[in-house]
């Protein structure tokens, strides 16, 4: 059941993955054409400034969703009304914080830019994001009940819905006003429609959530809450550095326009991220109720296989990125869009460091450890803010993103290692580590590999070139992989065959 649920998870999340790429590659082709490529870049930017906003969650929806995962096994509903109510009461006192330090930053935001020249008011733009990011928080808690047990293709599906819907509205709004406020304003109305949906669709999973005999929060669970939230806060602390300064660092010393240019590959690179880890993280709650088995030799054996499938995936799609992204932007925004081949060769390097990361932080998550390394996101971010703005000034934006690869190096030094495979695993400190070189080599390799396959195929037609080095890249570095890795690993048949059983099952 398990398994089946995971399924259905990872399904619905490609699929929502798939048709939100599509969508935001339209809707950035529109913008850039309607509006200018000044536009796009704010769009970028703002985004992530309002994303960055979100460490006044400080991590709350993940220490509750943890403590659900028992509850859920029991049916003890008691304990999950009172969970979810108290989830309630943060989520409202978090929308107030981020709508107040939002407001706060307003008259810094001409100095988080170059230069400009847009002709809505920047201010007003921003407001429009700062209201949507706010109006993520109504009556979103509920999605966790879904999350935690095992059913989060529901939520996402109600996502697909109002993604589709939503976009098509906004795009239609944009293409005949041309007025980019009433693009931002229908965003957030679709935002809250979103969010009463999954609210009405999980009253109808768990009608005992609109009782009102409510418990308080056991003092045991809400003291184990209050200790994760206190470590998460260094993560989220290190999250907005690493990934803030990022972008941040781009609009101010290399201006708006290389902001929009490069948020066309984050689109894509981010889009095909999330594909990647998204299909394994929705495997989390099945982790999450794994682990309270206790079963050590069973958790190891369950990592394996997920690495190897995770491995597999950011093997290919680091490949296709690194080979096909400039040809499929010069397709779709033309030739002046595109980055060098050095930058996009770091951001491909980027996206395997961070895409290895998925299944260790599943694990992580899954067993509840936030307060242990609070230390190490700091140590993490720190190092890579001031790297970043050494190599900024030499490499560029390929520096920017050096710094970022680099400062990574210390959890694969310290959390991954220590606190999940050797303390919820039960591995050998030495296995880890030659894992991780054999796997970063083969990475390399197949990067190279592909790269010198494609380059010595030119063909005129751009789109025929733009399949040729996707199908390359996929097939040589999968082949790569099965070869140097996957091929002669015992988790490897475990996992072909619960995959033969589970879509056996489906026919």
């Given at each position: 059941?398990?398994?089946?649920?995971?399924?259905?998870?990872?399904?619905?999340?490609?699929?929502?993955?798939?048709?939100?790429?599509?969508?935001?590659?339209v809707?950035?082709?529109?913008?850039?054409?309607?509006?200018?490529?000044?536009?796009?870049?704010?769009?970028?930017?703002?985004?992530?400034?309002?994303?960055?906003?979100?460490?006044?969650?400080?991590?709350i929806?993940?220490?509750?969703?943890?403590?659900?995962?028992?509850?859920?096994?029991?049916?003890?509903?008691?304990?999950?009304?009172a969970?979810?109510?108290?989830?309630?009461?943060?989520?409202?006192?978090?929308?107030?914080?981020?709508?107040s330090?939002g407001?706060?930053?307003?008259?810094?935001?001409?100095?988080?830019?170059n230069?400009?020249s847009?002709?809505?008011?920047?201010?007003?733009?921003?407001?429009?994001?700062?209201?949507?990011?706010?109006?993520?928080?109504?009556?979103s808690?509920?999605?966790?009940?879904?999350?935690?047990?095992?059913?989060?293709?529901?939520?996402?599906?109600?996502?697909?819905?109002?993604?589709?819907?939503?976009?098509?509205?906004?795009l239609?709004?944009?293409?005949?006003?041309?007025?980019?406020?009433?693009?931002?304003?229908?965003?957030?109305?679709?935002?809250?429609a979103?969010?009463?949906?999954?609210s009405?669709?999980?009253?109808?999973?768990?009608?005992?959530?609109?009782?009102?005999?409510?418990i308080?929060?056991?003092?045991?669970?809400?003291?184990?809450i209050?200790?994760?939230?206190?470590?998460?806060?260094?993560?989220?602390?290190?999250?907005?550095?690493?990934?803030?300064?990022?972008?941040?660092?781009?609009?101010?010393?290399?201006?708006?326009?290389?902001?929009?240019?490069?948020?066309?590959y984050?689109?894509?690179?981010?889009?095909?991220n999330?594909?990647?880890?998204?299909?394994?993280?929705?495997?989390?709650?099945?982790?999450?109720?794994?682990?309270?088995?206790?079963?050590?030799?069973?958790?190891?054996?369950i990592?394996?296989?997920?690495?190897?499938?995770?491995?597999g995936?950011?093997?290919?799609?680091?490949a296709?990125?690194?080979?096909?992204?400039?040809?499929?932007?010069?397709?779709?925004?033309?030739?002046?869009?595109?980055?060098?081949?050095?930058?996009?060769?770091?951001?491909?390097?980027?996206?395997?460091?961070?895409?290895?990361?998925?299944?260790?932080?599943?694990?992580?998550e899954?067993?509840?450890?936030?307060?242990?390394?609070?230390?190490?996101?700091?140590?993490?971010?720190?190092?890579?803010l001031?790297?970043?703005?050494?190599?900024?000034?030499?490499?560029?934006?390929?520096?920017?993103?050096?710094?970022?690869?680099?400062?990574?190096?210390?959890?694969?030094?310290?959390?991954?290692?220590i606190?999940?495979?050797?303390?919820?695993?039960?591995?050998?400190?030495?296995?880890y580590?030659?894992?991780?070189?054999?796997?970063?080599?083969?990475?390399?390799?197949?990067?190279?590999?592909?790269?010198?396959i494609?380059?010595?195929?030119?063909?005129?037609?751009?789109?025929?070139?733009?399949?040729?080095n996707c199908?390359?890249?996929?097939?040589?570095?999968?082949?790569?992989?099965?070869?140097?890795?996957?091929g002669?690993?015992?988790?490897?048949?475990?996992?072909?065959?619960?995959?033969k059983?589970?879509?056996?099952?489906?026919?």
């Amino acid at each position: 059941m398990k398994t089946k649920k995971s399924f259905f998870n990872s399904l619905a999340v490609l699929l929502y993955y798939i048709t939100s790429t599509i969508l935001g590659i339209v809707s950035r082709k529109m913008i850039i054409t309607i509006l200018g490529i000044e536009y796009q870049g704010i769009n970028g930017l703002f985004s992530n400034i309002l994303s960055m906003l979100s460490i006044a969650e400080l991590g709350i929806g993940t220490a509750i969703v943890y403590h659900m995962y028992r509850p859920l096994e029991k049916g003890d509903t008691f304990t999950i009304k009172a969970l979810m109510h108290f989830y309630k009461k943060c989520y409202f006192i978090i929308g107030i914080v981020i709508l107040s330090i939002g407001l706060l930053l307003m008259p810094f935001l001409k100095y988080l830019i170059n230069d400009y020249s847009l002709s809505h008011s920047l201010s007003f733009i921003y407001i429009c994001f700062l209201l949507d990011s706010c109006c993520s928080y109504l009556f979103s808690y509920k999605r966790s009940i879904l999350m935690a047990d095992q059913r989060n293709y529901i939520a996402v599906f109600c996502d697909l819905l109002f993604q589709i819907g939503g976009k098509l509205g906004q795009l239609c709004i944009l293409w005949l006003s041309h007025n980019f406020i009433l693009y931002l304003i229908s965003m957030i109305f679709t935002r809250l429609a979103n969010n009463v949906l999954i609210s009405c669709v999980s009253n109808k999973y768990y009608p005992y959530l609109k009782d009102t005999n409510i418990i308080p929060v056991s003092s045991d669970i809400l003291s184990d809450i209050t200790k994760k939230v206190k470590g998460s806060f260094f993560h989220k602390i290190a999250t907005f550095i690493v990934l803030g300064t990022d972008n941040l660092l781009i609009s101010k010393f290399l201006g708006l326009t290389v902001m929009g240019i490069y948020s066309n590959y984050h689109l894509l690179i981010s889009t095909i991220n999330s594909i990647c880890s998204q299909i394994l993280t929705a495997t989390t709650a099945s982790i999450g109720h794994l682990l309270v088995e206790n079963n050590q030799r069973k958790n190891y054996e369950i990592f394996m296989e997920l690495q190897i499938l995770n491995a597999g995936f950011i093997n290919c799609a680091a490949a296709g990125i690194y080979c096909g992204t400039s040809s499929f932007i010069t397709i779709i925004f033309g030739e002046s869009y595109i980055l060098s081949e050095f930058t996009l060769l770091i951001l491909s390097i980027n996206f395997c460091v961070q895409g290895m990361r998925t299944v260790y932080s599943i694990f992580k998550e899954a067993a509840g450890i936030l307060y242990e390394d609070r230390f190490i996101p700091l140590i993490e971010s720190m190092i890579n803010l001031i790297v970043s703005l050494i190599l900024l000034h030499y490499l560029g934006l390929s520096g920017i993103f050096l710094g970022t690869i680099i400062s990574s190096i210390i959890l694969y030094s310290y959390t991954y290692p220590i606190l999940v495979f050797r303390n919820v695993l039960g591995g050998k400190i030495r296995d880890y580590y030659k894992n991780i070189i054999w796997i970063s080599i083969i990475f390399l390799l197949s990067l190279i590999t592909c790269k010198a396959i494609c380059a010595s195929i030119i063909l005129e037609n751009k789109i025929y070139q733009f399949l040729l080095n996707c199908t390359i890249s996929v097939f040589v570095s999968f082949f790569i992989f099965v070869c140097m890795y996957a091929g002669w690993k015992k988790e490897t048949k475990e996992l072909i065959i619960k995959l033969k059983a589970l879509f056996n099952k489906r026919h």
